[in-house]
């Protein structure tokens, strides 16, 4: 997976993009567009998505520190990149946005779920530990599944204006 300096570029900005975006939206709690990036490029860039996912993760820690927090995400976007690589890459057209609004909602609702393995073994809760720290981020899981379906609407836009852009490019 060998970068041009034209996709070290464009990749370097999609993932400062993608934190500009988090960090404007921060008012609002489990609500952001991340989700939305991370699939409309995982469609577009395939494995190369990972430039611009972990350039959003680096920048993250970066900015907010590399903490104890932060290590979870070092796998919780890799797993919606792979939900989206195991989809078929030619859904039908009609079934196509709806998809992606589900896969993207699906993170946000387990979200919480993924990141527990992490907390129990960063802070050494057994399993009715990791359960009950399950059980209480469950309404924020909520807003962030519903958040992402909503969020997800932009998906398919996405899509096509980052393939739009590729033909003047010339990335792949």
Known sequence: MKLSVKETAVFG??????YASKVLMEALPNVH????????LTVVYRKKALYPIYTYVFLNGLMAGFSLWWLPYLYLW????????LLPKQLPAKTRPLVYMCVCAAHGFLFGTLYAPAQALLFGLDLQGMMAWILA????????????????????PLIALLQNANRY???H
Do not use: E
């Open 169 to 171: 490019t010339s990335i």
């Open 33 to 40: 567009l991340l989700g939305v990036f991370v699939v409309a």
């Open 13 to 18: 900005m999609l993932g400062a993009l993608m």
């Open 137 to 156: 981020g469950l309404p924020w899981d909520f807003v962030h599944g519903v958040s992402n379906f909503f969020c997800g609407l932009l998906i398919s």
């Open 78 to 85: 890799a797993i919606l990149w792979a939900w989206v690589m």
